[in-house]
């Protein structure tokens, strides 16, 4: 239904269109309740037991605003990736953050590159503010640096988007090759680097800090491996001029108060997140085993995920809707070649269980 009110013409040329249709809006189509949530990369691990305990002692103070600078929480991250305090801007999630940086320098045709079928959030931002995106193909399930190096001179793009440790294939790119694409990108590109799955990585995936480094920004986010997606908190790292830049244009007290609490605690307990680490590769192991088994593909993965070859696109649909009527929820990419993928998070044991049963019986009958 159109507006009675006149929007902008940006806002009224827009599809309607969302990033990802959520588990309970299946949920409420279907009429059930899945038994594996295994669909958005969350943490089936949950949050650590130190991260609870400081926010049921924050439940108190929920009356109150977040402090908007973040202030204890920014000490601590500066701290911990060995960065100057104004060089750290917490938000809510990286797809918050997203919103604001492609905001920064996006205006109606601005040029900006991505890979096609990529974290399909970045893309979604940049159509909001009227951008003109580039899609680069990935090349042997990987984001193809050079390629998407080329594109940025070829159509002189404000802005780069890389998702490394990659979503959805799970692959990654080491330090110094990322060193080396960015050296190669145009003087006026920001490269947005996508850390969301950086604390799994088992080599460095990002160039080590600069403040002197005008066009990188890091994305990182407490949703993954800190097991906090729904209390929405990330943090961006970047040259002191941009993360005042966001400074002018963020919303202050878009990251609340529990969020701040919790993340701390999430942060300092450092044995936590080694373990899910450790846990988490376990649970790849074993998707790789249930694969192999079943004569099916998977690509090496390197992130809390794994993406299964189905060999085509219509299989990958064909199992994600039998994976689907087996109430187990997983994801599939929208563009070729990634589309034959089915991407898979790994859940605690229990849940894995229900998978390999619904994948096996799923498999089998196709
Ligand atoms: C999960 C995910 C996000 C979302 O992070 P939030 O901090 O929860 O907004 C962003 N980017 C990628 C690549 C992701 O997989």
């Given at each position: 239904m159109r507006s009675a009110v006149p929007l902008t013409d940006l806002v009224d040329s827009l599809?309607?269109?969302?990033p990802f249709v959520g588990p309970e809006a299946i949920e409420r189509r279907r009429g059930f309740v899945f038994k594996?949530?295994?669909?958005?990369?969350?943490?089936?691990?949950?949050?650590?037991p130190a991260a609870q305990a400081a926010l049921k002692a924050a439940l108190g103070e929920v009356a109150w605003y977040g402090d908007p600078e973040g202030f204890e929480l920014r000490a601590a991250l500066a701290d911990h990736h060995g960065v100057p305090l104004d060089c750290v801007v917490l938000g809510p999630g990286i797809d918050g953050l997203l919103g604001t940086l492609v905001r920064l320098v996006t205006e109606p045709r601005t040029p900006v590159v991505t890979s096609a079928g990529a974290y399909p959030t970045f893309a979604y931002h940049v159509a909001g503010h009227g951008g003109a995106l580039v899609r680069v193909p990935y090349r042997r399930d990987h984001q193809d640096l050079e390629a998407l190096a080329a594109a940025a001179h070829s159509c002189a793009a404000r802005l780069v988007y890389l998702c490394n440790p990659d979503n959805p294939t799970g692959t990654m790119h080491n330090a110094r090759d990322v060193q080396s694409f960015l050296d190669g990108l145009p003087a006026q590109t920001l490269l947005i680097l996508d850390?969301?799955?950086?604390?799994?990585?088992?080599?460095?995936?990002?160039?080590?800090?600069?403040?002197?480094?005008?066009r990188l920004v890091r994305l990182r986010t407490f949703s993954k491996v800190h097991g906090l997606a729904g209390l929405r908190i990330g943090y961006a790292l970047a040259p002191e001029p941009i993360i005042a830049a966001i400074n002018r244009i963020r919303?202050?007290?878009?990251?609340?108060r529990p969020a701040q609490t919790a993340a701390l605690a999430s942060l300092r307990d450092r044995a936590f997140v080694a373990d899910i680490v450790a846990r988490t590769a376990v649970g790849r192991a074993e998707y790789e085993a249930l694969a192999t088994d079943l004569g099916l593909r998977t690509i090496r993965s390197v992130t809390n995920f794994v993406a299964f070859d189905a060999g085509s696109s219509t299989r990958a649909r064909a199992l994600l809707l039998a994976l689907e009527d087996r109430r187990v929820f997983v994801r599939m990419p929208t563009?070729?070649?990634?589309?034959r993928l089915i991407r898979v998070t790994v859940g605690t044991p229990k849940e894995r269980a229900v998978f390999a049963d619904a994948l096996r019986d799923a498999w089998e009958r196709a």
């Open positions: 599809p309607a269109n969302v594996a949530r295994l669909g958005a990369n969350e943490s089936g691990f949950g949050a650590s850390e969301a799955y950086g604390e799994f990585a088992p080599l460095p995936t990002a160039p080590l800090f600069d403040a002197g480094e005008p919303d202050h007290f878009s990251v609340s563009a070729a070649p990634l589309d």
